[in-house]
Nanobody, 125 residues
Framework: VQLQASGGGLVQAGGSLGLSCTTF????????MAWFRRPPGKAREFVAA????????YYADPVKGRFTISRDNAANTVYLQMNSLKSEDTAYYYC???????????????????WGKGTQVTVSS
């Protein structure tokens, strides 16, 4: 199983950036897909998650109203649209797959089945 994230880069504060994560070898529509991030010098934290059909989404408080997670089950891809970016959004962003929404939203890393390698997002102020 592979999760390949892309779309990171450098953006000015207030700008937008979109991430995508395509999976290979995963029964995509059988998993909750999620994004996490690791800010510089900090622990990895939950960002957003989306359940199998896409009808249920979850967001960490710092990103609510600014980030949108979506998925395309036919393309085995999950997306994260990030708007109104702030310098504190600077982090390495990871996608992940699991079937336990509690483990995901509590960022219990050891219980999460699959991780991607991540992509860097840098927001300049």
């Amino acid at each position: 199983v592979q999760l390949q994230a892309s779309g990171g880069g450098l953006v000015q504060a207030g700008g937008s950036l979109g991430l995508s994560c395509t999976t290979f070898g995963l029964t995509f529509n059988g998993y909750i897909m999620a994004w996490f991030r690791r800010p510089p010098g900090k622990a990895r934290e939950f960002v957003a998650a989306i359940k199998w059909s896409g009808s249920s989404t979850y967001y960490a408080d710092p990103v609510k109203g600014r980030f949108t997670i979506s998925r395309d089950n036919a393309a085995n891809t999950v997306y994260l649209q990030m708007n109104s970016l702030k310098s504190e959004d600077t982090a390495y962003y990871y996608c992940a797959a699991d079937d336990d929404i509690v483990a995901i939203t509590r960022a219990i890393s050891r219980r999460i089945d699959y991780w991607g390698k991540g992509t860097q997002v840098t927001v300049s102020s």
